[in-house]
């Protein structure tokens, strides 16, 4: 069996970006991915300006603390003031443009009005050159990349774009992932349960991931535990996807259609890695149609047990699709961080325990590890990847993989 490392550059080797884009309206670009780089209109700020209620002045002009100085103008936010004459103040607000021959800000709190005064201010603090002052393009130049193609559009990065003077940006058109569900002994919530039977967790748990990443995502519902209905439901699903992703069928019992199915209608690169929970995945293609011009769509096939099918998601389907989106992909985020926990039941696999940020800085262990307990991923706030053969020990430095940083 491959290791996850293995699995994982595998994938992400087969992986290749959507070639399409759209320019769409920056409101409606939230969660999609930009397709080119973005160019500024402007400068960000279009002029030299405050960052502090104060008062421009000329440092030249201040011999030492306390010095007297005239208030000549007023600057509000919104205006621009007239140059700044030898031995006079500006009085101007945070966001305001400092006026030409002013060459620093002193905050208010250091300054104080001379007693029976109304245009002279004390200079209680002598400034730097530049305090107090955001200069002119300091955050953004026009003309130069303000964001770069690959990115993640998150409200920052539209604050951004506004800041650029941008009204549309060119994104790439949304993945297409088609998923289906296979096993007899399952209802939706709602029905009837059969006997022996269960609710589907995994439709709704993997929809969801589906939808955080910005993918478009066809529900093909529960298919029956024939090989029949699950060759068509594939061929179906290849149409118009770029992906399909199952769950469940892909162990080696006699009702685990999803792997003669998918080599029927097209090929498997990948089956079983050496990882717990989720040993069983499977990784292929299936034709969009007979004739082979017409190309292929992924096939990811994940474990029908709840919590090896979100595992598998966050840490397989999930990076791949990334690259389908055009961003970056590869290794997940993680920490060094302390196991205040014993976990000696040591394993060949890499084990993904579910764990819990505690109030002392360490991780705690759900009690129950089974690949069954979906409780586990919703009481957690991570996983700790361990290592083959690899025991752990309250007070062990271990790898700790957030999931917030597993379901963007």
Not at 20 to 42: C, F, H, T, Y
Not at 373 to 396: E, F, H, R, Y
Request: hydrophobic content about 40%; glycine content about 10%; charged content about 20%.
């Amino acid at each position: 069996m491959l290791t996850a490392q293995q699995a994982l550059d595998h994938l992400l080797s087969h992986a290749k970006a959507v070639a399409e884009s759209e320019s769409i309206p920056m409101q409606a670009a939230l969660g999609r991915v930009l397709a080119k780089n973005v160019d500024s209109l402007v400068d960000v700020p279009p002029l030299d300006n405050t960052s502090m209620d104060g008062y421009a002045v000329r440092t030249a002009d201040l011999q030492n603390s306390g010095s007297i100085l005239k208030i000549a103008q007023r600057i509000p936010a919104g205006s621009v003031g007239t140059q700044l004459e030898s031995g006079t103040v500006a009085r101007i607000f945070t966001g305001a443009p400092v006026p030409l021959g002013a060459d620093a800000v002193v905050m208010q709190e250091d300054c104080s009005i001379p007693e029976g005064s109304t245009d002279q201010v004390q200079v209680n603090v002598m400034p730097l050159v530049g305090q107090w002052i955001r200069r002119r393009g300091e955050d953004l130049k026009a003309g130069k990349t303000a964001l770069t193609a690959g990115t993640f559009l998150r409200p920052q990065e539209l604050g951004v774009a506004a800041s650029a003077g941008l009204t549309h940006l060119n994104v790439k058109r949304r993945v297409k992932v088609a998923a289906f569900f296979t096993g007899d002994e399952l209802s939706l919530p709602g029905e009837p349960l059969k006997p022996g039977g269960i609710y589907n967790s995994n439709r709704d748990t993997l929809l969801a991931c589906l939808k955080s990443l910005g993918c478009d995502a066809t529900d093909f519902g529960i298919v029956p535990d024939k090989l029949n209905a699950t060759k068509e439901t594939l061929r179906k699903a290849s149409k118009d996807h770029d992906l399909i992703i199952t769950s469940g069928g892909v162990s080696v019992g006699e009702e685990d259609h999803i792997k003669p199915a998918v080599m029927a209608e097209g090929r498997l690169d990948l089956w079983q890695i050496a990882i717990k929970p989720g040993k069983p995945l499977a990784f292929g293609a299936v034709r969009k149609s007979v004739d082979p011009t017409d190309g292929e769509t992924w096939f990811i096939g994940l474990p029908g047990n709840p919590v090896s099918s979100f595992v598998t998601f966050l840490l397989f389907v999930r990076p791949f699709i990334l690259k389908l989106q055009g961003r970056e992909a590869g290794q997940a985020q993680s920490y060094f961080m302390r196991a205040d926990f014993d976990w000696l039941k040591v394993d060949r696999r890499n084990e993904f325990l579910r764990v819990k940020l505690n109030s002392s800085g360490g991780l705690d262990l759900f009690p129950n590890q089974s690949s069954g307990v979906l409780t586990s991923a919703s009481w957690g706030d991570g996983l700790v990847d361990c290592p083959p053969n690899q025991a752990i020990k309250a007070g062990d430095l271990v790898k700790y993989i957030p999931f917030d940083a597993l379901l963007k």
